[in-house]
C-alpha cells in the first residue's frame, strides 16, 4: 500500500505536465483580472455555466471508475492471453497501471461504499443531483459485484479446468459488465438519468427530497397541487 501511494506521488510530482497547468493558470489569472477591470457579466455567466457542466459530466462519469475497476480486476487477467486486441479496447494503459496496486490497496469496495454512499448520498453531497444519482448507481453496481465476483470465481474454479474455457468463461462475464457500463456511462456524459421506472425509483428514494419544494422525477406540479373538494 505504502509502495502505490510512493508511486502515485512520484507521478504526480514528476510525470505531470506542469508547463501546461501553469499555462492554464495563467490564463485564468488573467482573465480574472479583465473580468474585475472590464466587468464583463455575460461572459463570466457563460464561462461558469460552461464550467459548472464540465464539472458535473465529469464527476459523474468518474462515480463508475472503482465498479469498472474492480471488474477490470476479476476478469482481465484471465482474458489476456487468449484476447489480447479486446483487451487493448477496453483495458487502457492508464488502467494497467492502477490495476498493479489495485490489490495492494484492502478494501477498496468498501471505502468506495462507505464514502459513496455513506457520506457523499448520505449527506446530500454534492448539491448537483445528477452527479448523486450516478454515486448511488455505482453504489449498487459495487454491491452486486461483490456477489456475482464470489459466484464467478467460485464457479470457475470447482467446474472449470481447462484455463482456455475458464478465459472463455471470463469474457462472457466481462461483456456482460460492460453492457452495463456503457448505457451506465452515456448517462453520465449526456446529462441524463436512467429511464427504467423500477431502478429510477430505487435510486430516487435513497437520493431524498431536494428541498420543501422538491418535485419527484415522475411527477408534475399538477398532480403535485392540492385537489379542490368536490361541491
Not at 490495476?99 to 471505502?111: A, D
Not at 482456455?164 to 448505457?183: G, H, N, T, Y
Amino acid at each position: 500500500m505504502f509502495e502505490a501511494l510512493k508511486e502515485g506521488i512520484r507521478h504526480f510530482f514528476f510525470d505531470i505536465y506542469w508547463s501546461e497547468v501553469v499555462l492554464f493558470v495563467i490564463l485564468l489569472i488573467v482573465g480574472t483580472i479583465l473580468e474585475q477591470k472590464f466587468n464583463f457579466k455575460r461572459p463570466r455567466k457563460w464561462f461558469l455555466a460552461f464550467n459548472g457542466l464540465i464539472c458535473q459530466r465529469v464527476f459523474s462519469v468518474m462515480a463508475y471508475y472503482v465498479p469498472y475497476l474492480d471488474v477490470v480486476n476479476t476478469h482481465v487477467p484471465l482474458i489476456a492471453e487468449t484476447h489480447p486486441y479486446l483487451v487493448r479496447i477496453f483495458f487502457t494503459k492508464f488502467y494497467s497501471g492502477i490495476c498493479r496496486y489495485y490489490p495492494k490497496i484492502p478494501f477498496l469496495p468498501f471505502l468506495y461504499l462507505l464514502v459513496g454512499y455513506g457520506i457523499l448520498v448520505r449527506n446530500k453531497l454534492p448539491k448537483d443531483r445528477l452527479v448523486r444519482f450516478n454515486i448511488m448507481y455505482g453504489v449498487l453496481i459495487i454491491t452486486f459485484q461483490g456477489i456475482f465476483h464470489e459466484l464467478f470465481l467460485n464457479f470457475t474454479n470447482v467446474f472449470l479446468e481447462d484455463p482456455v474455457d475458464k478465459s472463455e468463461a471470463a469474457l462472457l462475464a466481462f461483456l456482460v459488465w460492460v453492457s452495463i457500463f456503457i448505457p451506465c456511462l452515456y448517462r453520465a456524459i449526456s446529462g441524463k438519468y436512467e429511464g427504467n421506472h423500477f431502478m429510477r425509483e430505487a435510486i430516487e428514494v435513497h437520493l431524498g427530497r431536494d428541498g420543501p419544494d422538491f418535485i419527484w422525477w415522475d411527477r408534475t406540479r399538477k398532480d403535485q397541487a392540492p385537489k379542490k373538494p368536490k361541491k
